[in-house]
């Protein structure tokens, strides 16, 4: 036996993992929990038609989705999945970034910058929902668990 493995079992993995056999030991995991938000003006009118983009990284990986507010100011995200092979195997506290920015009337903002250390659903927020209100326009500050313009929002 040679360290931790016998290298009968390492090369076998070796094998498995590069023959595509390998993805099927991958295991999926919760990168971005959902998100419904609504944005609004300074003076908390609905801003309608206003593109808002999640980007996130998750070590070397990184994604990006847009959607448009409707006439509300209303957003949505779906999850985001990630999968791997190594991570499920290794004891490991994850990071990923989330970077949220909205762009009304030609100016961008970032209205929310956040990270996630786990692949629980809502992690973000130890198991409660992201729901929360977004003022475009306004200078970002440092605000609880984010970054951003953000606040929760009551159901």
């Not at 499920?88 to 030609?106: I, K, R």
């Not at 130890?126 to 009551?154: I, K, S, V």
């Amino acid at each position: 036996m040679v360290g931790l493995f016998r290298p009968a079992t390492f090369v076998l993995v070796l094998i498995l993992f590069f023959s595509g056999s390998g993805a099927a030991l991958a295991k999926d995991f919760i990168l971005c929990s959902p998100v419904d938000g609504r944005l609004v003006s300074e003076d908390g009118a609905p801003v309608s038609g206003a593109d808002v983009t999640r980007a996130w990284t998750w070590g070397k990986k990184t994604g990006a989705d847009t959607v448009t507010t409707d006439a509300s100011g209303g957003f949505s995200f779906g999850t985001v999945t990630g999968r791997s092979f190594l991570a499920s195997l290794l004891p490991h506290e994850p990071v990923v970034e989330q970077v949220f920015t909205a762009v009304a009337d030609g100016s961008a903002t970032t209205i929310l910058t956040l990270y996630k250390h786990d692949y629980n659903l809502n992690g973000e927020l130890d198991g409660a929902p992201l729901r929360m209100e977004c003022t475009a326009g306004a200078e970002p500050a440092a605000g609880g668990f984010f970054y951003g313009t953000c606040r929760p929002m009551g159901d």
